[in-house]
């Protein structure tokens, strides 16, 4: 149950700062118009994220497959997870560079531009998500998988709450390599 708590933690909490970024950079720059994609993607990115973590949990009832799901996901993780460490000071920058890319359209070319935009990004951590739970729910009983997730996307929801209030006072290189590290150990 502590693993999935943590990896729904860690993944849930990159899908709110993946959101949260966007949200401001739109604010900031006056397209408050463009935030309904945003939500869009993320309730789409979430139904794929869902209904992909069911389908792998029924790959995971043989034991081979279950196998051969944790050691992508490990991989996947753990790259990822890597690669975030890395680029963590440089997360914000290059999440508004894109968005500015298709912000800067007009009409419907914006609109699906950043729907599209949210749906990769959001999606791809659910996917990892899904993955890592899916296939634990071999070896794991259900009922502590499905605990674990949702303490863990409990916890992502209080910090939410005080990301929104303190947001200044976080330094999200830090915490994201620190959560990080723990995102290692279990891959």
Same mark, same amino acid.
């Given at each position: 149950? #502590? @693993?999935?708590?943590i990896?729904?933690?860690? @993944?849930?909490? @990159?899908?709110?700062?993946?959101? !949260?970024?966007?949200?401001?950079? #739109?604010?900031k720059?006056?397209?408050?118009h463009?935030?309904?994609?945003v939500?869009?993607?993320? *309730?789409?990115?979430?139904f ?7 389908h792998? *949990? ?6 081979i497959? @279950? ?5 992508? !996901? ?8 890597y ?15 894109r968005?500015?890319?298709?912000a ?6 914006a609109? #699906?531009?950043?729907f ?55 330094? #999200? ?13 279990f891959?």
């Amino acid at each position: 149950m #502590l @693993e999935t708590a943590i990896i729904t933690f860690r @993944e849930g909490l @990159e899908m709110f700062l993946i959101v !949260a970024i966007k949200l401001a950079y #739109l604010t900031k720059t006056g397209r408050t118009h463009l935030k309904e994609p945003v939500y869009w993607g993320a *309730a789409i990115a979430a139904f794929i994220s869902l209904t992909t973590g069911w389908h792998i *949990a029924e790959l995971a009832q043989d034991p081979i497959m @279950e196998g051969g799901l944790a050691i992508t !996901a490990g991989v996947l993780v753990a790259t990822m997870t890597y690669t975030v460490m890395r680029a963590a000071k440089n997360i914000r920058q290059n999440i508004t560079d894109r968005m500015e890319v298709s912000a800067a359209k007009t009409g419907w070319s914006a609109i #699906l531009g950043i729907f599209g935009f949210t749906v990769v990004m959001i999606a791809r951590e659910g996917m990892e998500t899904a993955m890592m739970l899916g296939t634990m729910t071999g070896s794991m009983n259900q009922g502590d998988v499905i605990v674990g997730a949702l303490i863990g996307f409990a916890a992502v929801a209080v910090i939410g709450y005080i990301w929104i209030k303190q947001s200044s006072r976080i330094n #999200l290189r830090v915490f994201m390599q620190v959560t990080g590290l723990f995102l290692m150990l279990f891959c």
